[in-house]
């Protein structure tokens, strides 16, 4: 019988979600809850521990009437109903939804759907400190969210699940503080993160240029409607054109937004196009099978390409990504939260290494009424 955090395996792996070279892409991410009043999770200690001994601790959970969790979501497990309530192991899907023997036998239904879970985080009630429930109602965006759902699998919707990631992260090290995150206004700070990020020079140089010019290009049509973004803990470089992504850089891969009509090509091997279906990300081989990528801007996709094929690939994405600028920046506003995240001292890395002055936008009070 399935039962709820409990099912162990002999056989461990930490990445055991992902098989594709677009792991660090992460697909949707869902919601379980565990309620200690209806069942019992009594050596959650020692999941805790194969976790720091193995990395991963493989167990299922049960999804309530959701159907749609696939192999490779994210997900986030809460802790209701008792004190202390809130955010307590995080994991990924190793399955896709599946009925087994319910897990309360004093239910009447026979089955219940449950999802194969990879654990790589559980903290303890009572021992660790998780994320309390009172955050997470009263976060500016935390709060989006309902953390008292009437059952499990609810969806979380993509900008509570990235806030919610990176509180995840900031507490996985107790001793973590500002001194380890990135300075968005140091000069030195944006070079340690490009280089961390593209630490091959050539290949560095082909996707800064890509990058400068198109912000050279945007800034052309509107001064007032774009930011770079230096993550502050050094996981990307984002270029935002009005209130899209325009232009991602991670570690092994970049994600860069066109429109499909002015792409000159609709299938490549070493390409992957992005798109969503309501919440749900898309990523095919094939153009056509793509739906759009962004609400507001019709016909976009974003373009998913490996660094070690992005150097032959940019020349072909430019046009159509020039094109996605237009749009963007004429028919969306960037916020005031972008325009506080905006990184001078990336801009200024690269006037260092690029031997041209990357422009800054130019932010006023009127934006406001714009």
């Known amino acids: 019988m399935a039962s709820p955090f409990y099912k162990t395996s002999g056989a461990f792996s930490r990445f055991r979600h992902s098989t594709s070279s677009f792991s660090e892409?992460?697909?949707?991410?869902?919601?379980?809850?565990w309620n200690p009043e209806y069942y019992p999770?009594?050596?959650i200690a020692d999941a805790a521990q194969e976790i720091k001994k193995r990395g991963v601790f493989s167990g299922d959970g049960s999804t309530g009437s959701r159907k749609s969790i696939q192999k490779g979501d994210r997900l986030f497990l809460i802790r209701l109903?008792?004190?202390?309530?809130g955010i307590m192991a995080s994991g990924w899907a190793a399955s896709d939804v599946y009925p087994d023997t319910h897990w309360n036998n004093s239910q009447t239904q026979k089955e219940a759907l449950y999802v194969d879970v990879d654990f790589d985080r559980i903290l303890v009630p009572g021992m660790d400190c998780i994320i309390n429930i009172d955050l997470l109602e009263n976060?500016?965006?935390?709060k989006k969210k309902y953390w008292h759902p009437r059952g499990s699998g609810s969806e979380i919707p993509d900008d509570v699940a990235n806030e919610l990631e990176e509180i995840w992260k900031w507490g996985k090290d107790n001793n973590r503080n500002k001194s380890k995150t990135f300075d968005r206004e140091n000069v030195q700070s944006a070079q340690k993160i490009a280089e961390e990020l593209l630490p091959d020079v050539k290949l560095r140089e082909n996707i800064?240029?890509?990058?400068?010019?198109?912000?050279?290009?945007?800034?052309e049509l509107r001064c007032d409607n774009w930011n770079i973004n230096l993550d502050k803990?050094?996981?990307?470089i984002r270029f935002n054109v009005g209130q899209e992504y325009c232009i991602t850089i991670y570690k092994k891969y970049?994600?860069?937004l066109v429109l499909k009509e002015v792409l000159n090509f609709t299938e490549a091997a070493s390409v992957k196009f992005q798109g969503h279906q309501g919440k749900k990300k898309i990523i095919s081989n094939n153009l056509r099978e793509t739906p759009d990528c962004l609400a507001k801007i019709p016909d976009s996709v974003g373009c998913l390409v490996l660094h070690e094929h992005i150097v032959n690939i940019l020349p072909s994405l430019e046009e159509s990504n020039r094109r996605f600028i237009d749009y963007a920046i004429r028919n969306t506003k960037i916020t005031s939260l972008m325009r506080r995240t905006h990184s001078r001292g990336l801009t200024a890395y690269l006037s260092q290494v690029l031997s041209s002055r990357t422009p800054d936008p130019v932010y006023t009070a009127i934006d406001d009424y714009y």
């Open 139 to 142: 976060h500016p965006v935390l």
């Open 25 to 33: 892409e992460k697909m949707a991410t869902y919601l379980l809850i």
């Open 81 to 85: 109903g008792k004190e202390p309530k």
């Open 208 to 219: 800064l240029h890509f990058l400068s010019d198109a912000i050279f290009y945007a800034n």
């Open 41 to 43: 999770w009594d050596d």
């Open 233 to 236: 803990y050094g996981k990307f």
């Open 254 to 256: 970049s994600l860069v």
